[in-house]
């Protein structure tokens, strides 16, 4: 897939770095303060997609919710810079 790159080199590599060098300053706890974030994210995220998939299949919400986790996503994304 062409997203592949993406994932594996910016929220992955790029975004690492850039937040060890430049917004840490290579202080000894940048990498517990990059893990954290990452950590609760991916907690959140496999907590709400079981309950997020089933709503999405109950109600035939998939497009509704598809437009607003991409809006989300975007913002989220926006948020970056």
């Not at 998939?53 to 913002?75: E, S």
Request: hydrophobic content about 60%.
């Amino acid at each position: 897939m062409a997203s592949s790159g993406y994932i594996l080199m910016i929220p992955g590599v790029a975004y690492a770095i850039y937040f060890w060098q430049v917004v840490c300053g290579g202080a000894a706890d940048c990498d517990a303060l990059w893990g954290l974030p990452v950590a609760l994210s991916l907690v959140a995220a496999d907590l709400l997609s079981p309950l997020l998939g089933a709503i999405a299949d109950l109600g035939a919400l998939r497009h509704r919710l598809f437009v607003a986790a991409t809006l989300l996503c975007c913002i989220a994304t926006a948020g970056l810079y």
